[in-house]
């Protein structure tokens, strides 16, 4: 699960970032917020990933 703020661009997908869904939650929220984010001010990215 992948959610953001209006202040990422909401054009990314996941496809774009081979292995990246293989990363922690962690890494896949920075590296959204820093290649989606338009606004430093209103940008957050939570990520939430089921380890079954």
Same mark, same amino acid.
């Given at each position: 699960?992948?959610?953001?703020? +209006?202040?990422?661009?909401?054009?990314?997908?996941?496809? +774009?970032?081979?292995?990246?869904?293989?990363?922690?939650?962690?890494?896949?929220?920075?590296?959204?917020?820093?290649?989606?984010?338009?606004?430093?001010?209103?940008?957050?990215?939570?990520?939430?990933?089921?380890?079954?």
């Amino acid at each position: 699960l992948v959610m953001h703020s +209006d202040g990422v661009a909401d054009r990314w997908r996941l496809e +774009d970032y081979p292995g990246l869904a293989e990363r922690s939650p962690l890494v896949v929220a920075a590296t959204l917020l820093r290649d989606a984010g338009v606004r430093r001010d209103d940008a957050c990215v939570l990520v939430a990933r089921s380890w079954t």
